[in-house]
């Protein structure tokens, strides 16, 4: 036998494409040739492989090796095809029957010893797998990121576990099995009955939670805006089944390990992250920060910080829900449908809106700070509100503040509102989805029309200003929208750094 097939999984943005390892001993010098676009990580392979073989005491043929890794003009990288290729350099050299080859996908990266070694991406590789009819070997290691699929996955920790198990000499253990024995550790979320006052901002997170609506929150330095955001989890209504697998693939892809697949992504990348770090893209056409995002929240903590031109970045993903990150030959659509929250001072150095401090920036210096966030990115921000620092007697009389079990009963009954009525978030509705369910009174029309008149609301902030109206009055379990909720959602509306000019 001088050739053989066996199948695996590459690696193009979110899917896993089919590769076909095929491996043919032919004339010539000894060597090993790898074919079919592979980057420096897979030409590796070939010192891998042969360590691993030697290690699991198998012969590694003294022969003219050929590997090709088809289809030839998908990009191939990572560590994910070494176990395919040593399979296939055994099947070849009659040491692993091909039958038992045949209907199985073989995933995994060996170490030097024949080890299995995790694998970037593996979540979505089986999924596809699975789809097509077959069964999966992939390592132990990753077993925990595909214990919810159901479908025949079995998990090997060395390359000696694997060709016994092809040679039908040992059952591997299911994934959901070997999974049992992991213990997910609890991540630590913050509650809101730690965070005394700033009602205004409190109840801007919880519209913001309700309705996943963008927002902005302003003040000086040390008045809670950073944990006012950061306790959002806690309130948010947990992933539906769907969302959760979408954030799990999205893991899965960015080799991220996820302890909670029920609490919804935060992330909070630093003011000196580049363009390509937030969105995506970079030399390996990367998952962004705004991707691992997905179905959850986004923090841009020191708003003011930011680059302009990597935050206009952010305009078009707001808006589709996906980014689409493109080179001259390559293209890859990720999804990002998150949900913008932002903190900033109110002015270059900090002490505007601290009573007691002397503001030193001059009218010069707050023109470029406000400029640092353009007119097209703030009109995609549905709130915006201002939060004053509290004294210590302020903080004495404050008392108990209500805690996040309180408010996200509050936000899922809300959610659910939304969800029954339209199918979908408010923060998602178009105006022809919004016209016929937002209920919206003929005096909150009239107040709503007087006011975004005279603040010079944009066509897409008035239906942003809209939407925000009917989930407060969700929130209210109001079926119409009237007056009150139409002067909230105004309120929030306004440009906070223009009041305070």
Not at 272 to 281: F, K, T
Not at 407 to 417: T, Y
């Amino acid at each position: 036998m001088n050739l053989s097939v066996v199948q695996t999984r590459g690696r193009d943005g979110m899917e896993a494409p089919a590769v076909k390892v095929e491996v043919f001993f032919g004339m010539g010098l000894p060597g090993l040739s790898l074919v079919g676009m592979p980057d420096a990580s897979v030409r590796e392979a070939r010192e891998r492989v042969k360590a691993a073989l030697l290690s699991s005491q198998f012969d590694f043929p003294n022969r003219k090796i050929i590997i090709n890794l088809s289809p030839a003009e998908l990009p191939k990288e990572g560590g994910g095809f070494d176990l395919a290729i040593a399979l296939g350099i055994l099947a070849a050299n009659a040491d692993v029957p091909l039958q038992a080859l045949r209907q199985t996908e073989f995933i995994g990266e060996l170490a030097l010893t024949g080890g299995l070694a995790s694998v970037r991406g593996v979540l979505p590789a089986v999924i596809a797998a699975l789809r097509d009819g077959h069964k999966v070997v992939i390592p132990a290691a990753d077993a925990q990121v595909v214990a919810g699929i159901s479908g025949e996955v079995r998990c090997a920790r060395t390359l000696s576990e694997v060709v016994a198990y092809a040679r039908g000499r040992l059952t591997l253990p299911l994934a959901s099995e070997v999974a049992k024995d992991g213990v997910a550790e609890e991540p630590f979320v913050g509650d809101y009955s730690e965070v005394c006052g700033q009602a205004d901002a409190r109840n801007l997170v919880q519209i913001a939670a309700a309705g996943q609506h963008h927002g902005v929150i302003y003040g000086p330095p040390g008045c809670g805006k950073t944990m006012l955001v950061e306790r959002m989890p806690s309130i948010m209504p947990p992933l539906t089944a769907q969302e959760s697998m979408e954030v799990q693939i999205i893991a899965s892809v960015a080799n991220q390990v996820l302890h909670d697949t029920t609490l919804r992504p935060f992330r909070s990348p630093h003011h000196s992250s580049s363009a390509a770090a937030l969105v995506g893209g970079g030399l390996n056409m990367g998952i962004g920060e705004i991707t691992l995002a997905h179905n959850g929240i986004l923090f841009l903590d020191e708003l003011s910080q930011w680059s302009r031109t990597v935050l206009d970045h952010l305009r078009q993903p707001m808006q589709s829900g996906e980014v689409n990150v493109a080179r001259v030959k390559r293209s890859i659509i990720y999804p990002a449908r998150f949900q913008l929250m932002a903190a900033s001072n109110l002015c270059p150095c900090g002490a505007k809106g601290v009573p007691g401090l002397l503001c030193r920036c001059n009218e010069n210096m707050m023109g470029l700070f406000r400029r640092k966030l353009s007119a097209a990115l703030m009109d995609r921000v549905d709130l915006q509100a201002i939060v004053r620092p509290l004294n210590l007697q302020e903080l004495k009389e404050s008392g108990s503040a209500e805690s996040s079990a309180s408010i996200r009963a509050r936000v899922q009954h809300a959610r659910k509102k939304q969800l029954d009525r339209a199918g979908k978030v408010n923060s998602l509705l178009n105006e022809r989805e919004y016209r016929t369910t937002a209920k919206l009174s003929a005096k909150g029309r009239a107040f709503f029309q007087e006011h975004a008149s005279a603040l010079n609301f944009s066509a897409r902030g008035g239906i942003r200003a809209l939407r925000v109206a009917r989930t407060i009055a969700d929130l209210e379990d109001s079926e119409t929208v009237e007056v009150p909720h139409v002067h909230q959602a105004v309120h929030y509306r306004k440009n906070a750094l223009a009041q305070m000019s």
